[in-house]
C-alpha cells in the first residue's frame, strides 16, 4: 500500500469554502515555508502526531454522497504530499467536485494535478523578489508564480488571493502585483486582511 495522505484537520462541512458549493475541508499536514502572518501553525511540522485517518476521512465522504457537492485540500501545503494524488483520485472516485488551496509551491506537482481539479485557490504573497521576507525561504517567490501561469492557462476555475499586512505589501507592490496578474489573464486579485492575533510572527500584532 502507498503512502498515506496525512491529515492535520477535517472540517465535514463548509459553505465558504468551494465557491457555490457545499464542500468538506481536509487540511493537510506539513508546509515547507514559515511564513510571518501564517496561523495554521499546527499544521506546519510535516511529521506531527495527528488524530485523523485518511482512510476514515474516506469512509465519512462516502457516507455524504449526494449531500456534499466537494471536497477541498487545504493545509499546510497540499501539494508538499506525494499522496496527494491518490487522495485527489480516491475523492474524484466518490463523485465529489476536487479544490484545492495551495501557495503554489511545487509547479511540476500542480500541473500533474490540474487535470483532476474543478478548482483552485492559489495564494500569491509577493513580487518574486519579496516573497522570502515573508515565507523565509529564498528563492521562494519563482514557484508561486510559475503556478500562476499554468493555471491561467488552463480552464480550471481560479481565485487567487493575497493575505495583506501593511508592514509587508506596500500600496505599490500590491499594485504591482495586480498587474503582473493581469499580464498573465487572471483579471482579479482577492485582498484579504492579515488576522495577526495567531501569527506565526508575534511581532505582528504590534506593527502596522
Known amino acids: 500500500m502507498g503512502e498515506k495522505l496525512r ?6 462541512f463548509t459553505a465558504i469554502d468551494y465557491p457555490g458549493a457545499l464542500a468538506a475541508v481536509v487540511f493537510c499536514q506539513g508546509c515547507p515555508w514559515r511564513c510571518r502572518y501564517c496561523h495554521n501553525t499546527d499544521l506546519l511540522p510535516a511529521k506531527a502526531p495527528s488524530a485523523y485517518d485518511w482512510e476514515q476521512i474516506l469512509g465519512f465522504l462516502a457516507s455524504r454522497q449526494g449531500l456534499l457537492d466537494a471536497v477541498v485540500f487545504s493545509g499546510g501545503e497540499p501539494t508538499a504530499q506525494n499522496a496527494l494524488e491518490t487522495a485527489v483520485i480516491q475523492v474524484r472516485a466518490l463523485g465529489f467536485k476536487v479544490g484545492l488551496h495551495t ?3 511545487y509547479p511540476r506537482k500542480l500541473d500533474r494535478l490540474i487535470p483532476s481539479l474543478d478548482w483552485v485557490g492559489l495564494d500569491i504573497k509577493a513580487l518574486p523578489e519579496n516573497y522570502a521576507a515573508i ?3 529564498e528563492g521562494s517567490g519563482k514557484a508561486p508564480w510559475q ?7 488552463s ?3 481560479l481565485q ?3 493575505t495583506r499586512h501593511p508592514v509587508l505589501t506596500s500600496d505599490t ?7 503582473k496578474l493581469q499580464e498573465l489573464g487572471i483579471p482579479h ?7 495577526s492575533e495567531k501569527a506565526l510572527d508575534q511581532t505582528l500584532k504590534f506593527l502596522s
Open 135 to 137: 515565507t523565509g525561504v
Open 155 to 157: 480552464d480550471t476555475p
Open 103 to 105: 501557495a503554489g509551491v
Open 147 to 153: 503556478c500562476a501561469e499554468l493555471l491561467a492557462r
Open 189 to 195: 486579485l482577492e485582498v484579504q486582511r492579515c488576522n
Open 7 to 12: 491529515v492535520g484537520g477535517f472540517t465535514p
Open 160 to 162: 487567487v488571493r493575497l
Open 173 to 179: 507592490e500590491l499594485e504591482q502585483i495586480r498587474h
